[in-house]
């Protein structure tokens, strides 16, 4: 089945420093994806949802600036958070919708950033 | 805009035993609805999604999930539960699919099973 990678699965950085995270698809391509972020026993929020070859729609809130996406390729979307903070701790998850009408969503196992 | 109530934070239910997690949603027009499951420290997994149809929906694991419209809810359920089925479960509700395809998650419920 559809598998969607995500890399590291855990980091730990010092506060100011920039935090990259992958999502890859692997076995299909992805024309859209989206970034979700998850505190500890709550839902997911979804962050934005960026398209191949365009820029990232963000949902109200949230700092484009601080989390800069990039959808260069049909298979890879990154997640830089940008002069992290211990706020930005977090569990981010990605998720990828390949082609087509009824196309599934495929979730990354997630990145727990830990900013110290 | 969509919303997803999911009412009970915890369930905890013996093995064996069966398994109902309650979900409504708020939507306006015909919903989108998906049930995940996530294990600790891991990412989602679907167990089951309406789209249309029978409003009885099969998904892995032996679960299922009946839309009644009427009561705005996507109630998941399954007969037996083995120990596995420890984990928190997210019901979801997503816009007519388009390049979009945003989804709006509940808060979660936490399933526990006791043996």
């Known amino acids: 089945g559809a598998v969607v990678s995500q890399h590291p699965s855990w980091v730990i950085c010092k506060s100011g420093t920039s935090v990259k995270i992958e999502c890859r698809s692997l076995?299909?391509?992805?024309?859209?994806m989206f970034w979700y972020r998850q505190f500890p026993k709550q839902s997911l929020m979804l962050m934005a949802t960026?398209?191949?070859?365009?820029?990232?729609?963000?949902e109200q809130g949230v700092e484009k600036d601080k989390f800069l996406i990039n959808h260069a390729s049909l298979t890879l979307s990154t997640l830089t958070v940008t002069s992290a903070h211990p706020e930005d701790s977090s569990f981010y998850i990605c998720?990828?919708?390949?082609?087509?009408?009824?196309?599934?969503?495929?979730f990354g196992n997630g990145t727990r950033l830990t900013v110290t | 805009a969509q919303s997803v109530t999911q009412p009970d934070i915890h369930i905890t239910v013996s093995e064996g035993a069966s398994l109902e997690l309650r979900c409504n949603y708020s939507?306006?027009?015909?919903?989108?609805l998906f049930w995940y499951v996530q294990s600790p420290g891991q990412g989602l997994q679907l167990l089951l999604k309406?789209?249309?149809?029978?409003?009885l929906v099969q998904g892995i694991k032996g679960f299922e999930a009946e839309f009644k419209r009427s009561q705005s809810s996507f109630n998941l359920r399954k007969p037996s539960v083995h120990w596995s089925d420890a984990a928190e479960y997210f019901c979801?509700?997503?816009?007519?699919?388009?390049?979009?395809?945003?989804?709006?998650f509940g808060a979660g419920t936490t399933v526990t099973v006791r043996a």
């Open positions: 998720s990828a919708r390949g082609q087509g009408f009824n196309s599934p969503l495929h």
């Open positions: 076995d299909f391509q992805a024309t859209t």
């Open positions: 960026s398209n191949e070859g365009s820029k990232a729609t963000y």
């Open positions: 939507y306006g027009a015909t919903p989108y």
């Open positions: 309406y789209f249309s149809g029978d409003t």
């Open positions: 979801a509700v997503g816009v007519v699919p388009s390049n979009d395809y945003k989804l709006s």
